[in-house]
């Protein structure tokens, strides 16, 4: 999973993250949690409540901290690393200059050279400085992974119940915002082998199989009262049939180069819109997931309710599933937890950071498969 961050986003550029205006008030799940952007005018409002927040911009390939409401480049804000981290070609002359005057140059406590290689090497570090971006600014930069929690006040919990033998989730949307939100899709990601996953045309005209399937099985909207009511769409109408619709048209597409030879397994993620369906403000949206296995026609599933050929959990599952650390993939993630049907009304849902989430094309919660 460690390599197909880049495949995965170019295989559907559709869904690439862009910020707008609408990303202003950034709010990370964790205080101290990174946000991507793309370009230096995509940075967000460097505001009171987001001081000491690290944003990666990608063009830059650097980072910048939010302190006293400026984005200040990283290494400019420590003092330790000013004599040796270069800024782009902006400063390049100053810290040519700066190099030729010092002899032996404060290091960084990451990258610190002796006395000796300082010496030794102080001619080549000369020649290079103005040629190409310091190579520890650059670690620096890598060191911090591009991620997406939570740029907006809407975030997405899950746990995992039987029923019927078969594998569902309580998927929770919560809208923390005062504004109604729709032209939602989230992401799934899952690993399993082809024949587990992968719908198969049939010979003809006879039905393929589809071996994992999702199917919307209950949706409700739950306001800051904790009262319910059926999901409707933005014109007022009943969710359901086009929910069903789009659940069973989900169809997991493969990760290219994914495979794992030690399991013989690939990774897939599952795009489900939800249509026009509305989100009120300060209310949650609960869809409970069958996942099931079934026929396959007309480029959609239809399910027989049989218990899909994959099994998911905590340990299996894939990157949604499966427990993951914050050093590593960028928040520290439990798994999905195994709990009774109907333990979420009297229990929060737990969020889950690698489940992603989209208004129309921006990427707004989640992290996708990262590098």
Request: charged share 25%.
């Amino acid at each position: 999973m460690k390599k197909i961050a880049l495949i995965f986003l170019c295989s559907i550029a559709l869904f690439t993250a862009c910020s707008d205006d609408s990303s202003s008030n950034v709010k990370g799940f964790f205080e101290d949690s990174d946000i991507i952007a793309k370009t230096h005018d995509d940075l967000p409002i460097c505001s009171d409540t987001q001081e000491g927040t690290f944003v990666y911009v990608k063009d830059e390939k650097r980072s910048y901290i939010c302190q006293n409401n400026v984005w200040t480049p990283e290494e400019s804000s420590q003092e330790s690393s000013s004599s040796k981290t270069e800024d782009d070609s902006s400063s390049s002359e100053a810290s040519s200059s700066e190099t030729n005057n010092t002899q032996e140059p404060t290091s960084s406590a990451t990258d610190e050279p002796s006395s000796s290689e300082t010496e030794d090497s102080s001619s080549d570090t000369e020649s290079s400085s103005s040629a190409e971006p310091d190579s520890s600014a650059e670690s620096s930069s890598s060191e911090k992974a591009p991620i997406i929690f939570a740029i907006r006040d809407i975030n997405v919990g899950v746990y995992q119940y039987k029923f019927s033998d078969m594998d569902n989730l309580n998927l929770v949307i919560y809208n923390n915002e005062e504004q109604a939100i729709s032209d939602l899709t989230f992401f799934l990601y899952v690993s399993g082998k082809p024949e587990n996953i992968e719908p198969v045309s049939g010979d003809g005209d006879q039905p393929g199989t589809c071996p994992l399937l999702i199917d919307e099985d209950i949706c409700l909207i739950i306001d800051s009262a904790g009262f319910d009511s059926p999901c409707k769409l933005t014109d007022g109408t009943d969710a359901n049939n086009t929910l069903r619709d789009n659940f069973r048209r989900s169809i997991p597409k493969q990760l290219e180069y994914s495979y794992n030879a030690s399991t013989g397994e690939y990774a897939y993620y599952i795009p489900v819109s939800l249509g026009d369906l509305e989100i009120p403000p300060l209310s949650r949206l609960r869809i409970d997931i069958n996942f099931s296995s079934g026929i396959y026609q007309n480029n959609m599933c239809e399910t027989l309710r049989t218990k899909a050929k994959k099994e998911l959990n905590s340990t299996s599952g894939g990157w949604s599933w499966i427990a993951h650390q914050k050093d590593v993939d960028g928040a520290d993630y439990d798994g999905i937890p195994l709990w009774e049907k109907d333990q979420g009304d009297t229990e929060k849902t737990p969020i889950n950071p690698y489940i992603t989430l989209y208004i129309g094309n921006e990427l707004i919660f989640g992290i996708p498969p990262t590098l």
